[in-house]
Every structure is written in C-alpha cells, then in structure tokens.
C-alpha cells in the first residue's frame, strides 16, 4: 500500500491541488465574478422576478468560472488516468457543454421570466464541476472493465 502511495505521488498532489482550486473558486465566488444570482437563487426566487443583469458582464463570469473549473477537472482527470484519449473525450465535453449551458442560460433568462427552477439547475451545470463528479467514476469503471 505504502509502495502504491510513493508510485503515484504526483497524482496524489495534483489531485490535492485541484480540489484546493476548486474550494477556493467556491470560496471567493463573490469576488471573483459577477454573478447577481448568487442572492438571487438564495432568496425566494420563485416570487420575485430576475434580477437586473449586466448581460455581457454576466456572460464572461460564467464563461470564466466554467473555464476555470473545467481546466481543473481536466487537469484532474488527466492526471488520476493519464490517457490522452479519454483527455480528449472529456475536452470535448466540456467544450460542447459549455456552448450547449450557456446558450441555454440565456435563452431563458432572455424568454423565459417564470422558469426560475430551469435557470437555476442549468447556472448550477455552469458554476460547479459536476461533470468530473459523473467522468471519475465512470471511467475508471470503464478502464477496470477493459482490464477483464
């Protein structure tokens, strides 16, 4: 076991490092990027109508985050496989989600003033990283079953 941890030292400390980058990225949100639905969605939002956004502003803030979580998830994802194929695969996905969630993110914000719910799950999909939560474990279920 002790061998195992000493084989993949650098792994462990990437890993340690993009989960660091990650909390502090959820940790100064606030300051980092505008983002007026972060009290939005913590108040009643069912109630009250969007708040007042600075469109291009809000673009760039979610474009930034989801482009700052999104390297660390690769990062994270190519350093736990090291496999360039399944780096490419989740770059792919990453980039065509992040085309697919933001277009969708104001296109309701644009159309849709009563679809408090869809907004907030789709802003949701922007602002974590929810994809490497699904990508870890079902590649690594992929690699074990190639293994047999």
């Known amino acids: 076991m ?3 941890l000493k084989e993949n030292k650098f792994q462990i400390f990437t890993a340690i490092v993009v989960v660091i980058g990650l909390a502090l990225i959820r940790t100064f949100e606030n300051k980092l990027f ?4 972060l009290v939005y969605f913590k108040a009643d939002f069912h ?3 969007y708040p007042e956004v600075d469109t291009l ?13 999104s390297v660390l998830s690769l990062l994270l994802i190519y350093a736990l496989f090291q496999n360039r194929d ?8 990453y980039a065509f989600f992040l085309v697919v969630l933001l277009t969708s993110f104001f296109i309701i914000l644009q ?9 907030f799950y789709v802003r949701r999909f922007i602002i974590q990283p929810i994809l490497v939560l699904l990508f870890i474990p079902g ?6 079953k190639a293994k047999k």
């Open 2 to 4: 002790l061998n195992k």
């Open 34 to 37: 505008y983002d007026p639905f």
């Open 47 to 49: 109630s009250i109508p």
């Open 57 to 69: 502003k809000l673009f760039w803030g979610l474009f930034l985050r989801y482009f700052l979580n």
């Open 86 to 93: 399944i780096f490419k695969f989740s770059l792919f996905v």
């Open 111 to 119: 159309f849709f003033p009563d679809a408090g719910w869809l907004l």
């Open 139 to 144: 590649f690594y279920y992929q690699l074990q």
